[in-house]
């Protein structure tokens, strides 16, 4: 049982990234799109992720749930020493939710309310996912000292420095770019999908920029990256699919693929995230000192573990298929706006 | 103000605040489909419009509520972060069933906003149906984790160790039935006389009548049938507070000498210097009666209690008295409702009527407040009722009280945000779905 829940827990943060992620892409796009073209990126994106906006954002209730039911350790530990990240990416979250119901909902659509949902849920679409990789980045990077004595090194040293904040702008980039690659299936005409395919470009450049800047910070922290993700053989095949797909994705759009580019760019995104999840496993967290906390140890007894997979084996029995029927049923675009 | 005072100070504004919110989303979901298979039945279309207006309106609730939850699930780790190493794994049971449901919940609520004129109607309906079906369940199974928390149960605690664990036995733990009764009723109640309130206003100044008439009589039934029910659960309650935590049901009833006979004192001021209770209406032998079913029997009082494991008695008692009062108040009006729909239907359009459930708009939220903090409150100073103490689970982190001032700030304009955008939603009323003949 132990081994779904890990399954589980790897899916549940893998589709928020994905889903959630592309979400924060779409706004990250909106912040960096010029005010003629505002509106247009904000309609395509509405259509793209109205229906399924509750869904995307519940992988990451599910993640949290796993976590302090089934490894306590983990979650305390995340929540302490990363409680100032953890912080700021949920005020991310509650701006962005709320500004995006907002504007959606007001009953009245004057300009400057609207201007004010608006710059909120872009600034907090870039500051959500910022944090939500610098909470990662730390948690991976053997910055958290649980030995600390005093403030600056346990809470803000632990995820306040050069490798978490450049994971954060990767993160970002990451995100700009699968939206991007997404929304170039929503657009209805020509001029639109020009303009998300030079976002498109644009954020793949930025995106392996920020990787480059990960990789330096590496070095300036002593964190020995290279050596996690091309020193064994699974990390490095991941990375070489990854950019074998990327190269995929570029053609498939020169062609004028729709659909074909997503699935490109999401398991080019999976496959980073496999590499750096399987040079870590079982770690979750990797502390100063060697201190880890892993999933194989750091769990629940088993009467727990049990209990809370088969709950979430039963539940994806559920869930799986509705989620599938939602997507399908809107994925036609007209229609949407009958309810505005 | 130290960082555990600020601790637990963020930890019931944030869940005072979500709950407010997760009523809602609990309950309008089931007005929305009742007034919603009225129009799919008599193909009237103020009913269609009644159900569309409330649904805009549910999903701004939606939307608070869920980050306002999602906020929650992450506070309880970077509040209580000791708390939840050990009840993570032993109440964990409810939270992954109510992610489960939370799930099913928003991607109904996605086919249920998209849907209009594209799925097929009943189907429609249904997803509709399902978010009020879901949104009841999380309820229930949240409720069934705090339960826990006051009468803990599923392991054994030896040692200081939380050994033989079984999460399905912390999820059935005594108190859930009792709590998850009372809780689903009062987020009837409560949100049933707010919407009424609002819709009642509307009738008053005799704007779009027939739209708020609709709407009025749908959510003051359910309104009105949960606040008659709501005292014979709340019974219930206390049998069981009295049963598992006497500390607890001596706060609320301010009751320090224990006695045969015991006394119900209804209101007045705890003074807890000299052990009694000034201004309070007295009723010999009542609170025996209640708690045990005879006037005579014996209850614990405040004097069998060491003084470091009671609560706060005064904040406990009022509280108590509030519920209890608004409780009785929204009773007497969802009685004069039932009247008026049986006999005296002329009553319906009187200022009077009207008044009388303006005034009730908020009497149902501010019960469920007090009832909460009766609850959390009279629970001090154990997190875990008998076995961690809430000091003992508190973060390390220092500094936790800027974080309560952000967090009030964002909570209060919030707050704002959503009365604005209400009261906006119901000044188009008139614009968007006035139907002129
Ligand atoms: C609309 C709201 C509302 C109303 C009118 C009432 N209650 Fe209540 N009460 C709640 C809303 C609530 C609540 C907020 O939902 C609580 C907090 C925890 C819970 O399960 O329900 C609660 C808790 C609660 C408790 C504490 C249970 C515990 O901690 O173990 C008792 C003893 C009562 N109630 C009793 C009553 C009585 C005798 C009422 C008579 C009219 C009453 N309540 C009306
Ligand atoms: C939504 C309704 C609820 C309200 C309004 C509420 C209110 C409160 C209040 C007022 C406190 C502070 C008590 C004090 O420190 O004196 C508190 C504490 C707390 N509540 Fe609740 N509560 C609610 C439901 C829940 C639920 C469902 C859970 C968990 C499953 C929960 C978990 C806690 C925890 C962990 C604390 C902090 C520790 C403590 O003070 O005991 N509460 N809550
Ligand atoms: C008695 C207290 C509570 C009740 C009755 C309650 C009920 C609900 C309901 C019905 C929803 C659905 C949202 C909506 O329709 O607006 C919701 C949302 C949520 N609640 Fe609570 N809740 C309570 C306390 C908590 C606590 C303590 C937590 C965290 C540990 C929590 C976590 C969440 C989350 C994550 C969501 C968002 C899920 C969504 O988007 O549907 N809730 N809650």
Not at chain 2, 171 to 200: D, Y
């Amino acid at each position: 049982m132990l081994t779904v829940v890990i399954i589980f827990l790897f899916f549940a943060i893998l589709l928020y990234f994905l889903l959630g992620g592309a979400d924060f892409g779409a706004g990250i796009i909106e912040l960096f799109t010029s005010d003629t073209n505002k509106h247009r990126t904000r309609a395509t994106m509405y259509q793209a992720i109205g229906p399924i906006w509750e869904a995307n954002h519940m992988w990451l209730i599910i993640a949290v749930v796993i976590l302090f039911v089934g490894f306590p350790d983990i979650y305390s530990g995340m929540c302490t020493y990363l409680h100032i990240p953890l912080l700021a990416m949920l005020m991310g979250v509650i701006a962005r939710g709320t500004a995006f119901a907002f504007r959606n909902y007001d009953a009245i659509k004057g300009e400057r309310t609207q201007a004010l949902y608006n710059s909120i849920f872009v600034y907090s679409s870039f500051l959500t996912p910022l944090f939500l990789g610098i909470t990662a980045g730390s948690a991976l990077s053997r910055q958290i000292d649980f030995d600390a004595k005093d403030f600056l090194t346990a809470y803000v040293y632990s995820w306040f420095n050069w490798f978490s904040i450049t994971v954060g702008l990767f993160t970002v980039a990451l995100c700009g770019f699968l939206a991007a690659i997404y929304l170039i299936g929503e657009a209805t005409d020509e001029y639109d999908v020009k303009r998300f395919v030079k976002k498109a470009k644009v954020l793949n450049a930025v995106a392996f920029f920020c990787g480059g800047l990960v990789f330096l910070a590496a070095e300036t922290n002593n964190i020995r990256l290279a050596h996690w993700i091309f020193g064994n053989p699974v990390s490095l095949t991941a990375v070489i699919a990854a950019s074998i797909s990327l190269v995929l994705l570029w053609i498939s759009i020169a062609k004028g693929g729709k659909q074909l580019p997503r699935v490109f760019a999401a398991f080019q995104v999976s496959m980073i995230l496999l590499s750096v999840g399987y040079t870590h496993y079982p770690n979750f967290i990797m502390g100063k000192n060697g201190k880890n906390l892993s999933v194989l140890t750091n769990h629940a007894t088993a009467g727990t573990i049990n209990t809370l997979g088969t709950a979430l084996l039963i539940g994806s029995l559920f869930i799986l298929p509705a989620l599938f029927y939602l997507f399908y049923s809107f994925r036609e675009k007209q229609g949407v706006e009958d309810f505005h | 103000m130290n960082d555990f005072l600020a601790a637990r100070s963020q930890m019931a504004l944030s869940l005072g605040f979500h709950i407010i919110y997760s009523c809602i989303g609990m309950v309008m979901p089931v007005f929305m489909a009742i007034s919603h298979y009225k129009y799919l039945k008599t193909q009237n279309p103020v009913y269609k419009n009644v159900t569309q207006a409330w649904s805009k309106g549910v999903a701004i609730f939606f939307a608070t509520g869920a980050v306002s939850g999602t906020m929650l699930s992450f506070e309880l780790g970077l509040l209580w972060p000791k708390f939840m190493i050990h009840a993570g794994p032993i109440f964990g049971m409810p939270f992954s069933l109510e992610g489960v449901a939370f799930f099913i919940e928003a991607i109904a609520l996605g086919f249920f906003l998209y849907g209009w004129n594209r799925l097929n109607k009943w189907f429609h309906w249904a997803t509709g149906v399902m978010v009020g079906v879901s949104g009841i369940l999380s309820g229930i199974l949240v409720v069934s984790a705090n339960s826990w928390m006051n009468s803990p149960s599923g392991f054994d605690f030896v040692n200081g160790q939380y050994l033989n664990i079984s999460p399905i036995k912390a999820m059935f733990n005594g108190a859930w039935f009792s709590e998850a009764l009372h809780m689903t009723i009062a987020a009837f109640s409560a949100t049933g006389f707010a919407v009424a309130g609002i819709h009642a206003l509307m009738i008053y100044r005799k704007q779009n009548v027939e739209f708020h008439s609709k709407a009025f009589r749908i959510a003051i039934t359910f309104g009105a049938i949960a606040a008659i029910l709501q005292p014979l659960s709340g019974d219930l309650s206390a049998k069981h507070a009295a049963k598992r935590q006497p500390a607890k049901l001596a706060a609320m009833e301010s009751y320090f000498h224990t006695q045969q006979y015991a006394p119900l004192v209804i209101g007045g001021i705890p003074d807890t210097v000299a052990k009694k209770v000034n201004y309070g209406l007295e009723l010999p032998g009542m609170l025996s009666f209640l708690v045990n079913d005879n006037f005579k029997q014996e209850v614990k009082g405040l004097d069998q209690i060491p003084t470091k494991d009671q609560p706060n008695v005064p904040v406990t008692h009022y509280a108590f008295q509030i519920m209890v009062g608004f409780g009785m108040l929204m009773m007497a009006a969802g009685i004069i409702y039932l009247i008026a729909v049986w006999k005296k239907r002329g009553w319906m359009s009187k200022g009077w009527f009207l008044k009388l459930f303006i005034y009730s708009t908020p009497l149902g939220f501010i019960a469920l407040e007090a009832g909460w903090t009766v609850t959390e409150v009279g629970r001090q100073p154990w997190i875990i009722q008998d076995v961690m103490r809430t000091a003992d689970a508190v973060t390390p982190m220092p500094g936790i009280q800027y974080s309560f001032y952000l967090f009030s700030f964002i909570y209060f304009t919030l707050s704002l945000a959503v009365i604005f955008l209400l009261q906006r939603q119901i000044k188009m009323v008139p614009e968007i779905y006035d139907i002129k003949k």
